[in-house]
């Protein structure tokens, strides 16, 4: 069995910051791709960052300069630092992993439970 769990969420004010965590634990072989998600009341759920195993980003445009997703191997942890928050930036955040549990087993997608960004004054 794989967890992985999100910590770090909270209300802050506009311009705000919050640093979002995902620990992963059990039985893990290897990670490839992690990411963060989000998901607002009443709209579906999108991409926010994501971070190779190489090190390689990649960000939705609505958070471009604002974000930075970071990953720490040994800990099979990723983060995200949200600065300069805005209240469209409310949403449940997901943590997602691609994860081996084994040598010879396929690359499966595992999900957070999520945590709940608040941005409002």
């Known amino acids: 069995q794989v967890q992985l769990v999100e910590s770090g969420g909270g209300l802050v004010q506009p311009g705000g910051s919050l640093r979002l965590s995902c620990a992963a634990s059990?039985?893990?072989?290897?990670?490839?791709?992690m990411a963060w998600y989000r998901q607002a009341p009443g709209k579906q759920r999108e991409l926010v960052a994501a971070?190779?195993?190489?090190?390689?980003?990649n960000y939705a445009d609505s958070v471009k300069g604002r974000f930075t997703i970071s990953r720490d191997n040994a800990k099979n942890a990723v983060y995200v630092q949200l600065n300069s928050l805005k209240p469209e930036d409310t949403a449940v955040y997901y943590c997602n992993a691609q994860i081996k549990t084994g040598l010879y087993t396929y690359t499966r997608d595992y999900w957070g439970q999520g945590t709940q960004v608040t941005v409002s004054s």
């Open positions: 059990g039985s893990i072989f290897s990670f490839n791709a």
């Open positions: 971070i190779t195993s190489n090190g390689s980003t």
